[in-house]
């Protein structure tokens, strides 16, 4: 089901700003049972006249929805995929097939070994051809593509770069399948799988952008917030070699499916009143005038009549009577996002404030998907709530365990062991047969790690002892982090939720089992306020996986009485702040609560969160609240309201 566009002359308006057509789907899962379902027909349509399907695939997080949808109309509604050939969009160089991140090992376990597809109808591109061989492979691929007929139909991810396949900005529309280096943005975003950026290749064979436009038809898809902004680019900006996926605007035959959160940065979404259709609601009102004044760079109360005539919103004022009006509603909307006290002031009129009063003090649980993630969005909030003497409680959904690289743990293993024969030194000697024991069978212990970071090698599964002592790095990171900020480490759980434990990045699934340890904690907790994060993230990410746990166990306790009452607020992650009609609580540092909060942050040394995160989104709120006409903070931490138990998505 897709949000189609209700009138034809809203459509024109639409394809004004969009020159590609976009789908916008309420969730990735929703958007893939449309295209699987469109496969589906291909298949057998093609079975029929007795002809294959000619499918270009992609790998990534982004079509494992897709994969599992067609696995499971593969399964239960017995289609055959007899008919299928396919042909991958790109592989690493360097590593071989067996490499549990090669996209050849990634295309086996998501889809091929589920479903019928005859192996010599599978072309992935070959990342361990000599060199000197790769142009002729690279010719070979495309002569495959061309004696099975042409792609029918090429499914395609977009990167933050903007790429499609690896065509990383600079490549061509006329570009064939060749050897490429990958763009550092690229390599930093495959990092997590990788283990670290440095163990990530630099080349890789990708079909060139003339390969793609080729195919007879195209779809692009994009799930999550972070995809929002290159998405927009591609849909609507000029067609640039910056931009690979731009040059799909020049294919008669292409789609874009997007969850609602990578069509957040449309224009039809962002500015709905720029394409015609406002609807003038609250939030809309907001969110129009707020963008109207940094337009028109001035304050909020400032704004003149001719401005919003100008700027397409005459109908706001001639409802709404005068711009002065409207500019002071929104004036105070704004400056009662601003509070001090995060959990409520106790014993105020609490009717223009972000949070109830009552109750005080209150239970309040912080939610972070992965150990690093509440304090480098909230510590400022975090120290305020204690300071107020809330009972603050921060819950570690995953022991963060995959960010710890093998150096760290080697360098901690290494220690144990020094600390062994330091300790043998001075303490042992045949003095005491147990203490001897002791210093032993640390030493083994050290020993046991050692080698297990030796015969795993830079990307095998850890064994669970490694694991174990990776989680153990990340939870002493994080008690050291909370405790800058005055949480005492009794106060802290980690609940080391098993799809993570048992996953790799892009690949976690999460069972009953994750839900009901999270609603068991919920159990005991009973909080009052939540804080908690990944409403709009990739919905393949730890973020969003924690989140959507979390909602469904809140459900399993509506009945009672402290989840209809429990307020939940939701900070966004590093990688996209909140824009000033979005935050609904607005917390302010002073210069000293800022610094705090970097020391805090400065903790989580072992995958070192970049310095530019360390307070900087918070810096640029509070410029964007002093713009507004808001008073001038030093930095302001931003928090959006979720309607917890009514959530959708
Ligand atoms: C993968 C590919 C890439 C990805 C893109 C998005 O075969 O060609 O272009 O589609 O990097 O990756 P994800 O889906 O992981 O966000």
Redesign the pocket.
Known sequence: MSFDPCTMSYQSHVEHFEKIKTLIFPSSVDACSELAQQIKGLILARQKEGRDLVLG????????PLYRELIRIHREEKVSFRNVITF???EYYGINRDHPES?FRFMQDQLFDHVDIPPDHIHVPDGMVPMDDAFDSCEAFERKIADAGGIDLQI?????TG?????EPGSTQVSRTRLVALDKV?RR?AAPDFLGEENVPRFAI?MGVGTILQAREIIL???GEN?ADIVAQAVEGHVTESISASFLQEHSNVRFLLDTAASSSLTRIRLPWLVGRAMWDEREIHRSIIWLAGKEKKPVLKLTDEEYNENGMGDLLTREGSAYNLNIITFNRLQHTITGWPGGKPDADDTNRPEKSEPHPKNVLIIAPEPSDAVVSMAGTMSRLVTQGHRVRVCYFTSGSLRVTDGAATRFARTLEMLSLDGEKLHGGGRDETVDRGWSEQRSFASLILNQILEKGPFGEHPAALRRLKALIRRGEARDACSVVGVHHEHIRFLDLPFYEKGRY?RFIATEEDLMMVADMLAEERPDQVYTTGSQA?P?SIQAICFQLFIKALKRHENESWAKMCSIWHYRGHQKALAPHEIAMAVPMSPDQLRQKISSIGKFQVHGIPNNLSGEQDLRTAVDYDALGMAEYEAIESFERIEGLKYKR
């Open positions: 695939l992609a790998t990534g997080s982004t079509p494992v991958n969009l790109d996209y395609l991810g977009i990167g933050s790429h499609i396949g690896f065509n690229t975003d990708t898809m994009a799930w995809k892009r990739d393949s």
